[in-house]
C-alpha cells in the first residue's frame, strides 16, 4: 500500500466568521495512487481529535483487504482547520504576530473547513470524488462540502452525525471547555497550557463517546470488597493521560467551539432546506444506543436527503460504535455500493 503525505498552501482564506487567515497549511494523506483509479477515489473525512491518515484511526476499515483498500480505492484525508496535525491552527505561528495564536485563533466552522477541502480537491486534480465518507463530526465536514458544491461526491456516507449541534451537545462542550479554562496555565501565553484541563475534558467527552452501556460492560471491578482504584476510573486517567501526549488544549478548544457551530440550517432557511441541495446517492447510519447523536438525528437526515437510504447499527459502545463495529459496518456499505452500482 502506497501512503504520501503532503502540505496544501492557500495564501488567504475568507472565514465564515469575517475574519481571515493567511498563510493556511492543509496536511493531507493519500494512500493508493489516485492516477491509477481516478474514478474511484474515496475522501474520508475526520473525527474530532483524529488525523489526516485513517489507518492509524479507522484500521479495520482502512487498508489492504478492507473495506476501503486504497489499491482499490485511492484514498484522500485532509486534516481539519483548527487541528494540530500539521493543518494551521491554534500552535500555528500568526504571521501577524511571529508567535503561536493560542487562544486568539479564530472561530472556524465546517464551511470553512469545506472550503480549504474544495480547494484540495482542485489542487489535487480530482474531477468528482466516487466516495465521500464522514463519522461524527467528520459527518459535519462531509454534509457541509456537498451542501456547498453540489455534486461533489458520487456517493455520501454519513455515519452517527446530525444536521445540527444541539443543546445536548453543546452543553457537554461547554463543561469540558469549563474544565480547560479551569486550568490555570491555559492563559494564551504558555504552548503547553492546559494540560490538566484537557486531561479533565477528554475524561467528559468519554462519557458522551461510549455511555452507560459500554462502561457497564467494559469496566466492572473483580472484586466486590473493593473499596479503591476503580477499573473505571483508572480508565479515564489512563484516557486522559493518553490524549495529552498527543493533543493540545488550545487546539481542543477551538475545535469544539467549531462542533458547537454547526448548523446546516444557518443562513439556508432551514437545516430542512439545505439537506435539499444534497445530489449524491446517499447512505446515513444510526447507533441504536448512541447518546451524543441519537439515531433521531440521522433518521431526520435520511428524510430529508433526497433519496436517501438509513440503517442502523447494533453496539453496546455508543457513539464510538462506529470506530468499534466495524464488520456491521462494512456490511452496511457494502450493501449500499452493491445497491447503487
Known sequence: MKVSEGNYSIESLKLECGEELHNVTIRFHVLGEIEKNPERVVWICHAFTAN??????????????????????????????????????????????????????????????????????????IQKLWMLIGGSIGGFQAMEWECEYPGTAENLILIATAAESSPWVKAFSQSQRLAILADQT???????????????????????????????????????????????????????????????????????????SHNMGRGRISAVEALKRIRSNTLVVGIDSDILFPVEEQRFLARHIPNAVFSEIHSQFCHDGFLIEYQQLTDIISNFINLNH
Not at 484525508?77 to 487541528?83: D, H, R
Not at 494540530?84 to 486568539?104: A, E, F, H, M, V
Not at 492563559?187 to 479533565?200: E, F, S, V, Y
Request: proline share 7%; net charge neutral.
Open 52 to 125: 489526516s491518515n485513517p489507518s492509524d484511526w479507522w484500521p479495520e476499515m482502512v487498508g489492504p483487504g478492507r473495506m476501503f483498500d486504497p489499491d482499490i480505492y485511492p484514498i484522500v484525508c485532509a486534516n481539519i482547520l483548527g487541528s494540530c496535525y500539521g493543518t494551521t491552527g491554534p500552535t500555528s505561528i500568526n504571521p501577524q504576530t511571529g508567535k503561536p495564536y493560542l487562544r486568539d485563533f479564530p472561530l472556524v466552522t465546517f464551511r470553512d473547513v469545506a472550503e480549504a477541502h474544495q480547494r484540495l480537491k482542485q489542487y489535487l486534480n
Open 186 to 260: 491555559f492563559d494564551g501565553i504558555n504552548p503547553d497550557g492546559g494540560k490538566c484541563g484537557l486531561k479533565a475534558a477528554r475524561s467528559i467527552a468519554l462519557l458522551s463517546y461510549r455511555g452507560r452501556s459500554s462502561y457497564n460492560l467494559t469496566q466492572q471491578d473483580s472484586n466486590p470488597n473493593q473499596l479503591f482504584n476503580y477499573k473505571a476510573c483508572t480508565y479515564q486517567d489512563y484516557q486522559g493521560e493518553k490524549l495529552v501526549r498527543r493533543f493540545d488544549a488550545y487546539t481542543y478548544y477551538t475545535l469544539s467551539l467549531m462542533l458547537d
